[in-house]
Nanobody, 117 residues
Framework: VQLQASGGGLVQAGGSLRLSCAAS????????MGWYRQAPGKQRELVAG?????????HYEDFVKGRFTISRDNAKNTVYLQMNSLKPEDTGTYYC??????????WGRGTLVTVSS
């Protein structure tokens, strides 16, 4: 199983980035997908999630509601995170994760997002 995240980089506060995570080795449409982040010196935390299927239910943590949008393209085995109105506190390594119906969890390597003030 591979989850390859990309799209991170350096952006000024107020800017936007779009993260992508391409999955292989799993039946993508059957997996719940999520984006997590880990800031330096802090624990990894959930950012957003999207349920399996074509119209998976989405969930956002309060600190990104109204700014971030998670989506998935099952034909491309890819999950996205559109991040707008970025803040310096959004800085961290962003990871995508997959969770199968039987409870197997998979993680990607992460992509670094740095938001300058």
């Amino acid at each position: 199983v591979q989850l390859q995240a990309s799209g991170g980089g350096l952006v000024q506060a107020g800017g936007s980035l779009r993260l992508s995570c391409a999955a292989s080795g799993i039946i993508f449409r059957l997996n719940d997908m999520g984006w997590y982040r880990q800031a330096p010196g802090k624990q990894r935390e959930l950012v957003a999630g999207i349920g399996r299927g074509e119209r998976g239910e989405t969930h956002y943590e309060d600190f990104v509601k109204g700014r971030f949008t998670i989506s998935r393209d099952n034909a491309k085995n890819t999950v996205y995170l559109q991040m707008n109105s970025l803040k310096p506190e959004d800085t961290g390594t962003y990871y995508c994760a997959a969770s199968s119906p039987r409870g197997d969890d998979y993680w990607g390597r992460g992509t670094l997002v740095t938001v300058s003030s």
